[in-house]
């Protein structure tokens, strides 16, 4: 049974950094293309970056390009998403999802396996 579990979240000030964790079991991570997502309250789950099997290629939302990292340590099975410069519109919760495929989606739908969800929220 293939699970994913994210690191907790947590309160950060506009500005700040926080690194987010996805550890996966269950299936060798490099088998698996991942994604990161988020949903705020009301509005629909999005993608905020992929990465591809072999952490060759990243895709970051527009939003978010040039703060946030994705990457991963497939020895660890671990993903990883770096978040910088963090704005009050990146509240929200986030989820790690893995897809069988090994080519990173921007669908939800395309995504086989999805963590619990940890929250996120910037303000003072």
């Known amino acids: 049974q293939v699970q994913l579990v994210e690191s907790r979240g947590g309160l950060v000030q506009p500005g700040g950094s926080l690194r987010l964790s996805c550890v996966v079991s269950g299936r060798t991570l490099s088998s698996l293309a991942m994604g990161w997502f988020r949903q705020a309250p009301g509005k629909e789950r999005e993608l905020v970056a992929k990465?591809?099997?072999?952490?060759?290629?990243?895709y970051y939302r527009s939003s978010v390009k040039d703060r946030f990292t994705i990457s991963r340590d497939n020895a660890k099975n671990t993903v990883y998403l770096q978040m910088n410069s963090l704005k009050p519109e990146d509240t929200a919760i986030y989820f790690c999802?893995?897809?069988?495929?090994?080519?990173?989606?921007?669908?939800?739908?395309?995504?086989?396996?999805w963590g619990q969800g940890t929250q996120v929220t910037v303000s003072t």
């Open positions: 990465i591809n099997w072999s952490g060759s290629s990243q």
């Open positions: 999802a893995a897809a069988r495929s090994g080519s990173a989606s921007d669908y939800s739908w395309a995504y086989d396996y």
